[in-house]
Every structure is written in structure tokens, then in C-alpha cells.
């Protein structure tokens, strides 16, 4: 027994301490915890022992002052002060003066017991680190304490979600929504328990969304009825093994959704297409597999990094809350909002935010979209006018829809055509009826020329509130005040102190505004309108040396979202377009313009033939016609029903062969056909799945030489085996 105390007495040997850095994953030691596992030094055995006489020497000392002087005490009943007690200590231990004598002699030590001290002795000690210790954590620290949101696979393609008070989930990916307990929100739209599913798209050409848990109000129940409820809301939808996960990790006011796999008619044509796969999911570099990570994948989406998320400005936030509770306010006096601003600077999102957060509280909102480049809700190259009653959670291509007006403009951009865009845009306001708030989107060309025509745009719709984006790499755009507007001429306005010879004149315009005499002749002024100045900032956002092609692919993007419509609404493979039977639609039975340049009439039906034909309809009577084409001398302004892919001309038959979503009752009042400059995705015609042989369209013996021919694609890369594929490279992140 001697001899195992005798061991222990020595530090531990150096094999030792390797064997236990080796096991450290499980027994993780720092450097105080090493040196507490041996015995106590040298060095250490005489500090101990020097405290202790310091304790003897400084008890000896308060009893021999016991007589002369009581030690210091509080009120009656208190504990004598600590502070007295070590004024004696250090009385004690401070170095005496020596005596006369060469060696004195030590003291005896003391034979009689030591009487107990009038202190206690954790007062003579250094003083320890407070300890406090952990009480009931509060809902916040809880949330702190937790990694992130929970994930649990319930099923093959189906995932539970549940998430803390304002905890956020960021994705990427396509699933089907549905919130069983609480409430969450996505894009502004706040979704809550019993309400139907919904879609949400987190596209890469995007940012990222989030599902944000919201806070909610409950009734005054106790934690007990709180579960009850929980558990009785779970029964039906969930076993008895996902009901106990989920409430083990209840919490107060969480939210509790369900995650299913997306089988959309969209995304399965899109992604039919070879390279455009990454638009909804992209791998990039090693993935975590874990239980979290396998159950995101079996819905068809993947978690991602917070700073990869949509985020708004403290501005922007602001902005949305007054136009929200203004709409609530002037139920009577619809509000009409006109968002301007230069490219990339995030109007498109503002508008889905301000629609989603407007849904909650009112039935319908109406959007007027201005911006010919990129369309929210159509093809682009138009100029339509739309009613929205559903939430916009996902981007343009995802969420084609057919429009209470619209007319086919037939290039993305006015530049060389601004007089027309006017004109289009008075035709189409004309069918607003003021039953519910409007939202204008505008373009993003806001210098030289674009800045004139934007001024006259705001007196022309006469906008209640503007909201004017701005950003770090936005310069030299003026604030648009109304009495900036008022005193500015436009392109073709007049301001209020100057007039110009060449003023557009607006009395068509004026009618429909139900405007007095008085007023018809006098030139239109706009006042009294408020104004947003907000700044925005994102993550990612295209360059200048990328955001032609970057828009390119989203008009490809566009045009491919419009062509699913062909497709079932059933979950069952795409069709391919050339499986599709197209309409025969006769010469003599439509008119035919070329709207983006002059076209010599013989070569007309060569531009026609595969091109994106917009489905018009005039007021012109073209019966008397016998053979045909018949082309049309300058393009109409008029209505547009639809879109089509002109996929032959029959010569013998004398027939356009045009495949269209466009319903059959629609196609029968179509009697012009309007050809512009918008592309038709390369995707289409070189992945052609289904054709044996040549593929139509597709050549191989082609000059890039001539004139127009050398244009590259950038971020799309076409191949005859890969279709359109979109490089990652070229979206670059800000810092």
C-alpha cells in the first residue's frame, strides 16, 4: 500500500500524456485540468503551508487585540466585516523591523488548541471565480443555444421543419410548402396553419430565399393545452414516431411546416433540356451527408449559407411598412406606386415583396409592367397590365400568367422607339379601373434620354407614391422630387415654366383620366406625390461586364417558362415540342408585320419561319384577302393574346404551322401575327430529343465571318449535345 502511494506521489510519465492526447476526441483536457491529475510539487507544498501560518498568524493577532478592541461589526445580527479581518492579515504578515539581537530565538509553538475564527477563512483566500448557476432558460437563449432549425424525413420526398421564434432557413431549390403549427413567412408572404400549399422556387439564378418563423399571437393557454393542441394537429398528418420527434422538440410560439418534393410542369420542361439543371439545383464541392442533408435532398432542395440569402435594407423595410399601411388606411383612394430606379437595384423584388405583403390584408393587387427587358409575369418585349391574386414567390420564368391587357412591343428595349412606348403605355393604363392599389414597374435606362422619358412616365400615370432605388455603383441620377419633375422638361412634356414646340399632346389621354376642359389644354403637371429614396445592396449582383448575357439566359429563361404551358398539368414526363401537333393557320386569314426592322416583302416569310410570334388581334377587317401573306405597312398598336413558335410554312398549302398554349376559343378572334426581336432559346432547337437524321434548323456549315455572325453568347454555351448551359463563373460576389 506504501508502495502504490509512493508512485502516485511522482508527475505523470511522458507515455502517459501520449495516450491521453490520443483519446482527447473523448476526453478533451486543457492545461489546468493536466497539472490537477498529478501531485502536488515542491513549490506548491510550501505556498500551502505558508498560507496556513499566515491564517495562524493573523488568528493570533485579532485575539490578542480582542481585549482592547472589538473587531468591526455591522447592525445587529449582521456577519463581521471581511475587510477588518484582512487589514489584521495584513497587519500580520507585513516583515517586522529586527531586533538588537544577532539570532533570536524562535517562539514555541502553541500547546492549547486554536479557538475558532471570528471569520471564515475564505477570506484569508485569493478570491475564486463567481459561479452562477444555470436557472430556467428564456426562449431566446434557447434558440441561441440550438444549432439551427431542425430537419426530420417523414417519407420518401417529404421533410419536417421546425423552427424557433424569427429562426430562418435558407435554400436552394424547388418544394411545396405547407405550415402545420404556426406561422412562417417566405418572400413577405406570411403562410399559417390551414391554409393551402404553397410552391416556393429558390432559383441559382437568384438569391437564395428563407423561410423566417414569425412571431404570433396565442390565446392564454397553459404549456399542457399548448401540447394537446399541438399533438391533436399532428394526428392526422403525421405517425406516432414523427408526432413524438416533433413534440420532444416543441417550443413555445415555433412553427412547424412540412417540406414536399415539387413535381411541377416548369421545372420538369426546363429541366428537360441538357445544362439547365443548375438552374434549380447545383452541387458545388463536398456536401456534409448527414440526416439533415439526406432528408433536403430526398425533397430536392439543399440548405445554404446565411450570407447567401436575400436580405433587405433597414430603407427598403420601411418603405414596405408605410405603403402597406397606407393600402390598409385608403381602401376608397386606391394608391398608385411607381418604383424607378437604374439596373440591378433590386425594383423586381421590391414589387414581389410589396404584392406578397399586400395580399395579406387585401383580395387583388394590379401591376403595370413597364420594363420591356425583364418581364415579371410575361414574355419579354411587352407591355402589359395584370391582376395578381396569389403570392409571386419564385422568379419571372416560374410564374407565367395571362394578363388582363397586353400588347407585344417586340424588342427589350425603346431606345430607338420611344414615341411608340408611350403610346403603348397610354393604351394599356387606359383598362386600369382604380378598384385596387397599382404597382408600376418601370425600366432600368434612367440616363440621357431614359431619364426624360421616365419623368414623362410619372406625369403621364400620375403616381401617389415613387419609390426611387439607389446604390453604391448608381451615380448621377437626380433625386426625383415633384418639384424636380414639375420644372424638368421631358422627352415629350413640357415643365411647368418652359414650353417646347415639339409637346406631345395628350388628349386621348386626358379622356381617360376624365379631366375638364380647362385642363385638357393645359399642359399636365404632377404634384403632390410622395417620394421614396431607398438604398439597396445585395450579396451577388451582375457586372457590367456580364449583364447582357446575364439577362440573356433570363429571357431564354422567360420564354421556356411560357412554353411549359404546353405542357400537362399532370406529374408525368415532358413532351418534347416536336411531338406536339401544331395549328394550321391559312395566309389569307392573318395579317404580318416584322416590328424590329424593314424586311424586303420576299423575304418576309423567311423571317417568319421558326421564329416567337406574338398572337395579335387588330381592328382592321382583312376577309377580302384571297391568297396571301398579308403584311401590314407599319406595326399596330393592339391586342395580344398570346404567344406562339412558328414552327413551319407550308408553301403548297399556303399555311403557318404555330404551336401555342393559347386556348382554341382565343385563337379564333387572332388575326395578326407580330414578329420581334426576341430570340428563341438555342436549347430548343439543338436538343431536339425524339428526331432521327438532320435536325431542322441546325446547321453545321455556318461563316462566323459575316456581319452579325461573330456574337458570343457568354455565360450559355451551345452545343448540338448540351443545349444551353449556364456558366457559374460569371456571377461574382460583391464584397
Known amino acids: 500500500m506504501a508502495d502504490a502511494e509512493r508512485r502516485f506521489n511522482r508527475a505523470l510519465y511522458r507515455s502517459v500524456w501520449s495516450k491521453i492526447y490520443k483519446i482527447r476526441p473523448k476526453l478533451v483536457l486543457c492545461r489546468r485540468d493536466r497539472l490537477r491529475l498529478r501531485a502536488p510539487g515542491r513549490c506548491e507544498r510550501h505556498r500551502r503551508r505558508r498560507r496556513l501560518l499566515q491564517a495562524q498568524a493573523a488568528h493570533a493577532g485579532v485575539r490578542a487585540g480582542a481585549a482592547g478592541e472589538k473587531p468591526e461589526v455591522g447592525a445587529a445580527g449582521e456577519k463581521p466585516r471581511i475587510g477588518a479581518a484582512r487589514k489584521n492579515l495584513k497587519a500580520a504578515a507585513a516583515p517586522r523591523p529586527q531586533a538588537a539581537s544577532p539570532s533570536p530565538a524562535r517562539d514555541p509553538p502553541l500547546s492549547r488548541p486554536l479557538a475558532p475564527l471570528p471569520f471564515p477563512i475564505s477570506a484569508l483566500l485569493p478570491a475564486a471565480p463567481s459561479v452562477r448557476f444555470p436557472g430556467p432558460l428564456s426562449p431566446r437563449a434557447k434558440r441561441k443555444k440550438r444549432r439551427g432549425p431542425l430537419v426530420r424525413q417523414v417519407g420518401p420526398g417529404c421533410a419536417l421543419l421546425l423552427l424557433s421564434v424569427e429562426e430562418e432557413?435558407?435554400?436552394?431549390?424547388?418544394?411545396?410548402?405547407?405550415?402545420?403549427?404556426?406561422?412562417?413567412?417566405?418572400?413577405?408572404?406570411?403562410?399559417?396553419?390551414?391554409?393551402?400549399?404553397?410552391?416556393?422556387?429558390?432559383?441559382?439564378?437568384?438569391?437564395?430565399?428563407?423561410?423566417?418563423?414569425?412571431?404570433?399571437?396565442?390565446?392564454?393557454?397553459?404549456?399542457?393545452?399548448?401540447?394537446?393542441?399541438?399533438?391533436?394537429?399532428?394526428r392526422s398528418r403525421l405517425t406516432l414516431e414523427d408526432r413524438s420527434w416533433s413534440i420532444k422538440n416543441f417550443s413555445p410560439l415555433c412553427s412547424l411546416v412540412m417540406l414536399e418534393q415539387l413535381k411541377n410542369s416548369t421545372v420538369n420542361f426546363i429541366t428537360s433540356y441538357p445544362g439547365l439543371s443548375c438552374v434549380f439545383m447545383q452541387e458545388s464541392g463536398p456536401v456534409q451527408i448527414n440526416s439533415e442533408s439526406l432528408a433536403l435532398r430526398s425533397v430536392g432542395i439543399r440548405k445554404e449559407k446565411q450570407r447567401r440569402k436575400l436580405t433587405l435594407t433597414e430603407s427598403v423595410r420601411s418603405a414596405l411598412e408605410e405603403l402597406v399601411n397606407v393600402a390598409r388606411e385608403e381602401m376608397d383612394d386606391c394608391m398608385v406606386?411607381?418604383?424607378?430606379?437604374?439596373?440591378?437595384?433590386?425594383?423586381?423584388t421590391f414589387n414581389k415583396f410589396l404584392i406578397n405583403k399586400l395580399l395579406k390584408s387585401i383580395p387583388c393587387v394590379d401591376y403595370l409592367e413597364c420594363d420591356l427587358g425583364q418581364t415579371e409575369f410575361t414574355p419579354p418585349g411587352c407591355?402589359?397590365?395584370?391582376?395578381?391574386?396569389e403570392p409571386v414567390l419564385g422568379p419571372p420564368f416560374t410564374h407565367q400568367r395571362t394578363p388582363q391587357k397586353m400588347v407585344y412591343f417586340g424588342k427589350p428595349s425603346c431606345r430607338n422607339n420611344c414615341e411608340n412606348y408611350i403610346e403603348i403605355i397610354k393604351y394599356v393604363f387606359s383598362s386600369y379601373k382604380r378598384e385596387s392599389p397599382l404597382i408600376i414597374n418601370t425600366m432600368g435606362w434612367v440616363v440621357d434620354d431614359g431619364l426624360l422619358l421616365l419623368i414623362d412616365l410619372i406625369r403621364l400615370l400620375a403616381p401617389t407614391h415613387v419609390v426611387q432605388f439607389t446604390a453604391a455603383h448608381v451615380k448621377n441620377v437626380p433625386i426625383l422630387t415633384p418639384e424636380y419633375v414639375e420644372e424638368t422638361d421631358g422627352l415629350y412634356t413640357k415643365s411647368k415654366s418652359k414650353h417646347r414646340n415639339r409637346c406631345f399632346e395628350f388628349s386621348e389621354f386626358g379622356d381617360n383620366l376624365e379631366l375638364t376642359d380647362e385642363e385638357k389644354d393645359s399642359p399636365i403637371f404632377l404634384n403632390g406625390y410622395k417620394l421614396f429614396y431607398v438604398y439597396s445592396e445585395f450579396t451577388f449582383c451582375k457586372i457590367v461586364r456580364n449583364r447582357e448575357s446575364h439577362n440573356r439566359v433570363l429571357r431564354g429563361l422567360a420564354v421556356l417558362g411560357y412554353l411549359s404551358l404546353l405542357m400537362p398539368s399532370?406529374?408525368?414526363?415532358?413532351?418534347?415540342?416536336?411531338?406536339?401537333?401544331?395549328?394550321?393557320?391559312?395566309?389569307?386569314?392573318?395579317a404580318l408585320r416584322i416590328t424590329h426592322?424593314?424586311?424586303?416583302?420576299?423575304?418576309?416569310?423567311?423571317?417568319?419561319?421558326?421564329?416567337?410570334?406574338?398572337?395579335?388581334?387588330?381592328?382592321?377587317?382583312?376577309?377580302?384577302?384571297?391568297?396571301?401573306?398579308?403584311?401590314?405597312?407599319?406595326?399596330?398598336?393592339?391586342?395580344?393574346?398570346?404567344?406562339?413558335?412558328?414552327?413551319g410554312v407550308d408553301m403548297e398549302k399556303r399555311v403557318y404551322h404555330i404551336i401555342t398554349p393559347v386556348p382554341p376559343e382565343e385563337l379564333k378572334t387572332v388575326n395578326c401575327l407580330l414578329v420581334g426581336s426576341v430570340n428563341i432559346p438555342p436549347c430548343i432547337f439543338c436538343s431536339q430529343r425524339g428526331l432521327e437524321g438532320t435536325i431542322p434548323y441546325i446547321t453545321t456549315d455556318y461563316n462566323f465571318n459575316l456581319p452579325g455572325a461573330s456574337e458570343r453568347i457568354g455565360v450559355r454555351t451551345v452545343t448540338e449535345a448540351e443545349g444551353m448551359q449556364i456558366d457559374p463563373r460569371f456571377y461574382q460576389k460583391i464584397k
Open 169 to 234: 432557413f435558407t435554400f436552394g431549390g424547388t418544394c411545396r410548402l405547407t405550415c402545420l403549427y404556426g406561422e412562417v413567412e417566405v418572400f413577405g408572404y406570411t403562410i399559417r396553419q390551414g391554409q393551402p400549399p404553397q410552391d416556393l422556387f429558390s432559383t441559382f439564378t437568384h438569391s437564395f430565399m428563407n423561410i423566417t418563423s414569425v412571431h404570433y399571437s396565442t390565446p392564454q393557454k397553459s404549456m399542457k393545452e399548448i401540447r394537446r393542441e399541438f399533438r391533436v394537429l399532428l
Open 337 to 348: 406606386v411607381l418604383v424607378c430606379g437604374a439596373q440591378d437595384v433590386g425594383k423586381s
Open 383 to 389: 407591355i402589359s397590365l395584370l391582376n395578381i391574386t
Open 570 to 590: 399532370e406529374p408525368k414526363p415532358p413532351s418534347f415540342l416536336p411531338s406536339l401537333t401544331p395549328y394550321q393557320v391559312p395566309f389569307n386569314s392573318v
Open 597 to 647: 426592322s424593314d424586311v424586303a416583302p420576299t423575304h418576309v416569310l423567311y423571317a417568319v419561319n421558326a421564329s416567337w410570334v406574338g398572337l395579335c388581334r387588330i381592328m382592321d377587317d382583312i376577309s377580302g384577302y384571297t391568297r396571301g401573306p398579308i403584311l401590314l405597312a407599319q406595326t399596330p398598336i393592339c391586342d395580344c393574346v398570346g404567344f406562339g413558335l412558328c414552327r
